[in-house]
């Protein structure tokens, strides 16, 4: 699992990235993008198998 959320991390650094250019243009990731968000991660790692992944642990370094 320890190995997913490295992954899972690293990928959340890349929206937190996008969220800084749409901090740049004013404007932010919405409510319901973030849950769609949020909930990709979680279909993704169940698909793979992770069906006890925390939702909050795959997302955790999130900034938006």
Sequence with gaps: ???????T???TEQFN???EEFWEKES???T???????????????AY???????EELIATRDW
């Design 9 to 11: 991390h690293a990928t």
């Design 49 to 55: 198998g992770f069906t006890d992944a925390d939702i």
């Design 17 to 19: 990235e996008l969220q």
């Design 1 to 7: 699992m320890a190995e997913l959320y490295v992954l």
């Design 32 to 46: 319901a993008a973030r849950e769609a968000i949020a909930h990709g991660f979680d279909v993704i790692a169940g």
């Design 28 to 30: 932010e990731i919405e």
